[in-house]
């Protein structure tokens, strides 16, 4: 065997060599590439898990929400409502108070000159408003 043959047979032995390593080193880097690729579907599976439920909290409180601005919304008209009508009540009470007080004032009609005195200019005026309506009445 001549120099030539075992400078061929040693070339080939580190071909080999050198393609055995990058075989080995292929084979383990896709292993590791395969356990990465598996870690990473559990996790994105985990993932769209929680993102379900996420997504099913989002609209139960979206409903609820929902529910709670209509009732209230309903609750403000009521509340509306219910101040229009203290006003209006309040508005006729004070009319019927004045009206009360006026009519009052009027039976009493028999009031000596000292106890005269205690009633009011806006009183006098009051009685003779009203004195006026019962007369325009009757």
Known sequence: ????????????????VVILALSIYTFLQTKKVSK????????NLMLETSLKKLQSK??????????????????????????EKQDELV???????????ADRLL?????????????????AKLMALVGKKHQDNN
């Not at 990465?36 to 996790?43: D, N």
């Not at 039976?107 to 009183?123: G, H, L, P």
């Open 91 to 101: 508005h006729n009470n004070s009319e019927q108070l004045y009206r009360r007080q």
């Open 58 to 83: 989002i609209e139960f409180l979206n409903a609820g929400s929902l529910g709670l601005g209509q009732r209230l919304m309903n609750t403000e008209k009521r509340l509306t409502h219910s101040l």
């Open 1 to 16: 065997m001549t120099e030539s043959t075992y400078l061929i047979i040693g070339v080939s032995l580190l071909v080999a």
């Open 107 to 123: 039976k009493n009609s028999s009031i000596n000159v000292q106890e005269s005195d205690a009633v009011t200019r806006s009183e």
């Open 36 to 43: 990465i690729q598996l870690e990473l579907q559990q996790q």
